[in-house]
């Protein structure tokens, strides 16, 4: 395989690049990415991949290249998941603090 089928193997792998967006969402979500370089971290993890790829394929490692990108793409769906109800927790715990001792929602009913 040369290097040109890689590159559009790797590409059209919809599970992969899901997983990519994923794990770059996760690395902003900790801060371990700033704002404005996901491009990059993107771009260089699809290049990890073309890599992995190609030593796979030199190795002659025996793999499923369509079952691969689906364990990929549910991956990536749980990290969306994962990262959703994180989102949803903190968003609940802000409308607390803001919400705390409103009229009519913010009242505590305990003694």
């Not at 040369?2 to 690049?17: E, K, M, P, S």
């Not at 404005?36 to 030593?55: E, F, K």
């Not at 989102?87 to 305990?110: C, D, E, H, Q, T």
Request: glycine share 10%.
């Amino acid at each position: 395989m040369d290097i040109t089928q890689l590159v559009t193997i790797v590409l059209a792998a919809g599970g992969f690049g899901a997983l990519v967006s994923a794990i770059v969402n996760v690395l902003k979500t900790v801060k371990l990415v700033q704002d404005g370089q996901a491009p990059t971290w993107i771009t260089g993890l699809n290049l990890l991949g073309v890599i992995a790829l190609y030593v796979a394929s030199a190795l002659k490692l025996p793999f499923d290249l369509e079952i691969v990108n689906q364990q990929m793409g549910i991956v990536a769906q749980f990290l969306v998941a994962m990262g959703q109800l994180i989102v949803a927790f903190g968003g609940s715990k802000l409308f607390y603090s803001v919400a705390r001792g409103a009229p009519l929602i913010g009242k505590s009913r305990s003694l």
